[in-house]
């Protein structure tokens, strides 16, 4: 049984930093396509950041230059660095691991999906 757990959450200052973590159990990080999305109240979900089997990173416009999407396949972890944290950054943040045919944030053709951890920016 696959599953993602997140943490890393919480409330931060507008201009602040988080790191959330994704702990994956059931599924080898490194051998796929995994990424992370959010989605606020009242808002669809959008993707963030994905990452390949091959490290190559992609990005949504919104946190280009602001969030680093990076996996350490030694701990079968996935991780995301917010910097320069916005108030419209707050939002439910979720892991998903395994794409099935594309590997970028607009798509969200993902197996597994973890519970979330929610991110909090306040002005």
């Known amino acids: 049984e696959v599953q993602l757990v997140e943490s890393g959450g919480g409330s931060v200052q507008a201009g602040g930093s988080l790191r959330l973590s994704c702990a994956a159990s059931?599924?080898?990080?490194?051998?796929?396509?995994m990424g992370w999305f959010r989605q606020a109240p009242g808002k669809e979900r959008e993707g963030v950041a994905t990452?390949?089997?091959?490290?190559?990173?992609s990005y949504a416009d919104s946190v280009k230059g602001r969030f680093t999407i990076s996996r350490d396949n030694a701990k079968n972890t996935l991780y995301l660095q917010m910097n320069s944290l916005k108030p419209e950054d707050t939002a439910m943040y979720y892991c998903?691991?395994?794409?099935?045919?594309?590997?970028?944030?607009?798509?969200?053709?993902?197996?597994?999906w973890g519970q979330g951890t929610q991110v909090t920016v306040s002005s």
């Open positions: 998903a691991a395994d794409a099935t045919y594309a590997c970028y944030p607009r798509f969200s053709n993902f197996r597994y």
């Open positions: 059931g599924y080898t990080a490194s051998r796929g396509c």
């Open positions: 990452i390949g089997s091959g490290g190559i990173t």
